[in-house]
Nanobody, 115 residues
Framework: QVQLVESGGGLVQPGGSLRLSCAAS????????MSWYRQAPGKERKLVAS????????TYTDSVKGRFTISRDNAKKTVYLQMNSLKAEDTAVYYC????????WGQGTQVTVSS
């Protein structure tokens, strides 16, 4: 079955960096768009970044442009989110999601930006 497992979250100071990973299994990873979402406490889950199946097209929400980079390694069936210049408002649970038919999400990884 489809499985998405996020890792790499943690506590970081403002201005710091983290790299999230999402390891996929149970489907042909290389044919699907993959996305990262985040959900802050008391708020709805929102799209952060997406990458097409080949890794040639990426999109970002305005608030992370220039700071976050989404990438993927189809051989490793993994999608990444490099997060630089982190701000307190980036604090959230980060989820990866598979595109296409059906709702497939990972369990999430907590990112806390605080001094």
């Amino acid at each position: 079955q489809v499985q998405l497992v996020e890792s790499g979250g943690g506590l970081v100071q403002p201005g710091g960096s983290l790299r999230l990973s999402c390891a996929a299994s149970g489907f042909t990873f290389s044919i699907y768009t993959m996305s990262w979402y985040r959900q802050a406490p008391g708020k709805e889950r929102k799209l952060v970044a997406s990458i097409n199946n080949a890794g040639s097209i990426t999109t970002y929400t305005d608030s992370v442009k220039g700071r976050f980079t989404i990438s993927r390694d189809n051989a490793k069936k993994t999608v990444y989110l490099q997060m630089n210049s982190l701000k307190a408002e980036d604090t959230a649970v980060y989820y990866c999601r598979r595109g296409g038919v059906g709702e497939y999400w990972g369990q999430g990884t907590q990112v806390t930006v605080s001094s």
